[in-house]
Every structure is written in structure tokens, then in C-alpha cells.
């Protein structure tokens, strides 16, 4: 919020006219979460929130906002999109749960990624940043995100670039495998952004190739990118990645 006071108005405080932004852009979004639990009209209700996200990121941002997304929006949005679409086959009991969900998306992923990006930037590479990562990440897997999200909506989260939102949806697939994207990992193995995107990927395909649902195909290319990133010597010497590595390929391959 200080970012916002500060947006405009100098260094003392607020401009009149961000003032007015920001309060168009929190009345709109509070109108916007009210109206999901108040009327079946998702659509009204998702341009209510998106509005309102969108004059906050005017105030902050300025015209640089055409570079700026708000983190988990996307996600939250898909989430009320299916709802609406539940209604209208007669699944009301769906749309309801999708409507709670797309909420709780909305504010649940974004304060994670939003973190996560934090931390990368703010803290110099140590144990101690690794330990808070880690908790974060913890923090995804034991959270209700990996039941509400849909494969769907985590490979959108990963897609949207920042370093934050690509663990988050690392995350979300470690808890759930059903939401395992081999795409997704592939670029975070072969063009990751860290050693850290690395591992959190190697972990979610650890856990892909335990599980049973899992089609033969699907574990063989697994198999076949892990197997890439070591020949390659995609992890540089990371002696606990190549290790897991191995241990992915020795997994995939029984």
C-alpha cells in the first residue's frame, strides 16, 4: 500500500487524480468479489475485478502498466470463466465451488509469486534465502490451491514468465501430479531461470513418474527431457540436481 500512497503525489503523498484511481480501482474490486457470491452473472463479476485490478496497476505503474499483469488474476479469472460455463449446463453445485475458488486464486497464487519474486531480488543467494523458498513453496503444496487449480490454469500460471509465478505452478504440480505439464517442465529444465526453477521442476517430475495415472508415453518423454538436461549438462555442476536427475531417470525408466 505504500507504493500506492507514494504513486503521483510525490514524495509528501497522494495526487488527487491517483487518489481517485485508487479508489475506482478497490471500489471496483470489491464489487467485483461480492457480486461472485451474490449472483450466478460471473461475467459482470470478472470484468468488476479485472477493472479493478487494472486502475490499481494505472496508479502504481503509470504507463508502464502495458508491462505488468497482476499475479494470479489470470488464474482467479479462468477459474470464474469455468463457472459460468458450469451454470449454463446445469451444474450448480460446480459453480459454486468454481466461484469459491476463482476468489480464493485470485488472492492465494499472487501473494505467493508476488514472494517468491521478492525474495529472489531482495536477498543475495544463501542458505537462508533457499530456506525461505522453500518455505514457500511448502507453503503452495499444503495449501488448498493444488485441489481448486486445473492443469489448465497452472500451465497459464507458468506461463506468465515471472520467476514467482513458474515456481508457484512448480509448486502446485509437486502437491497434485494430475496437474503435471511436461512442456512447462521441459522449459523450466532446459531454460530455466535459476537452479532453484531446476530442482522445483525435478521435483515435480519426480513426482509425476511415481505416480500410476501417469500414460507410458508421457513418462518415456519425461524420461527422455530429464535425460536431455544431464546430457547436456543443462544443471552445471549442481551436484544435488544431477543427483535428482538420476533419480528421475532411474524412476521413469523401470
Do not use: C
Not at 471496483?28 to 486502475?55: C, N, R
Not at 519426480?206 to 500414460?215: G, I, P
Request: proline letters at 2%; charged letters at 20%; aromatic letters at 4%.
Amino acid at each position: 500500500m505504500r507504493s500506492l500512497l507514494r504513486g503521483g503525489g510525490g514524495e509528501g503523498g497522494l495526487s488527487p487524480l491517483t487518489g481517485l484511481v485508487v479508489a475506482l480501482g478497490i471500489i471496483s474490486f470489491g464489487l467485483g468479489v461480492l457480486a461472485v457470491f451474490v449472483t450466478s452473472k460471473d461475467t459482470g463479476a470478472a470484468t468488476l475485478i479485472a477493472a479493478g485490478v487494472g486502475l490499481l496497476l494505472v496508479a502504481v505503474f503509470g504507463d508502464r502498466v502495458s508491462t505488468v499483469e497482476a499475479a494470479g488474476v489470470k488464474l482467479g479469472l479462468l477459474a470464474l470463466q469455468r463457472a459460468e460455463k458450469a451454470e449454463q449446463d446445469g451444474r450448480p453445485e460446480e459453480a459454486e465451488q468454481l466461484r469459491s475458488s476463482g476468489v480464493q486464486l485470485l488472492t492465494a497464487a499472487g501473494d505467493v509469486s508476488r514472494d517468491i519474486n521478492t525474495l529472489r531480488t531482495a536477498m543475495p543467494s544463501s542458505w537462508r534465502r533457499t530456506a525461505e523458498l522453500e518455505r514457500l513453496m511448502a507453503q503452495v503444496r499444503g495449501s488448498e490451491m493444488p485441489t481448486q487449480a486445473s492443469r489448465e490454469q497452472v500451465i497459464q500460471l507458468f506461463a506468465r514468465s515471472t520467476e514467482g509465478d513458474r515456481a508457484t505452478a512448480l509448486a502446485l504440480m509437486q502437491a497434485r501430479p494430475q496437474l503435471f505439464d511436461l512442456a512447462s517442465v521441459r522449459d523450466a529444465l532446459l531454460s530455466s531461470r535459476s537452479g532453484f526453477e531446476q530442482y522445483q521442476a525435478l521435483r515435480a517430475a519426480q513426482e509425476a513418474v511415481r505416480t500410476q495415472a501417469m500414460h507410458p508415453a508421457e513418462r518415456s518423454a519425461l524420461v527422455g527431457v530429464v535425460q536431455e538436461a544431464l546430457d547436456i549438462d543443462a544443471f552445471q555442476g549442481g551436484g544435488d540436481r544431477i543427483a535428482l536427475a538420476r533419480a528421475v531417470v532411474d524412476e521413469g525408466s523401470r
